[in-house]
């Protein structure tokens, strides 16, 4: 078994297929908000793909699917999966790797009569990416039992219906029991969505957790009025207010330092005119960590900052939570086969945390789970411009394909 390998050409053949839908013309990225009737088709693309596979299909309540193999032995399975869906500026690699190198995996046992002695399972979790419908990870997040499904299933989107309408609607509320059974462990392969290998020249991550997450949404109330008519010392601007935070957060950044980011993502004025000092300004906040008390801290900063710079401009405040997850530290054991495994087949090392958040930080509430990162070319991810060669697809697949052997085996 130490000799297998898996076929980069069909492996890359499956990306491009999956990357034509909703496909983004004239870049290789494609576009599939969760739920929406790209998503379905490129659902139905990756299952009709498990079923040729022969794998047993369970679909649950929040629309994550899985795909088994059976093994020797009966039990939970080891698992690998990440998901489908992409921002509306989505290259072809994040989160579709994942899923498709576990695919491939499985193709690459059958093809050599090989039955581990764990079942093996390939899944995809919905809405990953949050990007339609807040939080991200919440596929993963009920699949956990870190949200009951009757809450997620009323979570409006950002064009309006809930969750669960549109899960009716492409067919995909499924019956399979929700909390879902934990895995036996879980390993998921990613794109690292960031500069650090290819700076380094490294070639495998083994990534050691996930840094926490907060993101919230803050509406800014002012007073709407002519842009020439109101003196400055008289409005009530709640643009001014949210062009404030946005540099406050990236100045609070830099003052604590690395690893602390923090991202005003999405800003709305109404109404939004050249002329007219907005009344309203509604806009995210992304701040992230891996320690939580320092981003416990980064969010007390800002709240402050919030709070007394509108009300020195005279304007009202409401917040609300969007996601907040703690950090996650992921399983050293597993983190361990990882690196090894990547050694053994010839590949330089490193061990590093995740800046992006992933289903496997859901998973690790349930069972030992592990990441592998592979580069992305100039760090670029959530556009269309993402981009890892073909060596380091291969090189990241083969590591998958030996990790989850192993502990297919153990």
Known sequence: MSELRIDIDRLQQRLADLASIGAIEGTEGCARLALTDEDKEGRDLVVAQMRDLGLEISIDGIGNVVGTMAGQLDGPPVMTGSHIDTVRTGGRYDGNLG????????????????TPKRPLAVAFFTDEEGARFAPDMLGSLVYVGGMPLEEALEIEGIDGPTVGAELTRIGYDGSAPLPASAPHSFVE???????????????IGAV????????????ITGQSNHAGTTPMHLRKDPGFVAAACANFVRE????IGHPQVGTVGRLELRPNLV????????????????????????????????????EAEGCTVETRELARFEPVVFDPDVIDMVEQEAKELGHSVLRMPSGAG???QMLARVCPTAMIFTQSRDGLSHNPLEYTSATDLEAGANVLLHTLLKLANS
């Open 189 to 203: 392969l990613h794109i690292e969505q960031g500069p650090v290998l290819e700076v380094e020249t490294v070639t």
């Open 208 to 219: 050691t957790g996930v840094q926490g997450i907060s993101w919230q949404e803050v509406t």
């Open 99 to 114: 899923v498709l190198a576990g695919l491939e995996v499985i193709e690459v046992l059958k093809t050599a009569g090989i």
């Open 252 to 255: 609070l950044a830099l003052d």
């Open 358 to 360: 992933h289903d496997a």
């Open 275 to 310: 002329n007219v000092v907005p009344a309203s300004a509604t806009f995210t906040v992304d701040l992230r960590n891996t320690d939580e008390a320092t981003l416990r801290a980064s969010e007390h900063r800002f709240a402050e900052f919030l709070a007394a710079t509108a």
